[in-house]
């Protein structure tokens, strides 16, 4: 399989997102040094700033699932937990 992108869009609770944002940033450099991974990047929304946006290139399918399964994964998403406004909307995407 081809590579894919995604796009993870995380959307803070008022008043939470630079707790977000410490939440996010200890899993960048261990997600970069995956394997299959070729970029994870976050971003911050210009005209929404409650909003982070995870840009990501992976290998395959398998190998983004593989970073799914992963401790610095799960730990990320534990702390997420409670500061979300909602679910995060995970876009896996291919170029047409």
Known sequence: MSTIDVAAIVKAKPGKVEEV???????????????????YTPHRDIDDPNTIVIIERWASREGFNAHLETDHFKT?????????????????????
Do not use: F, Y
């Open 21 to 39: 944002i410490a939440a996010i940033t200890p899993c960048v450099a261990p997600s970069r040094a995956e394997t299959a991974n070729h970029a």
């Open 76 to 96: 990320m998403a534990g702390k997420l937990g409670d500061l979300l406004a909602e679910p995060i909307a995970i876009h896996l995407l291919q170029p047409l």
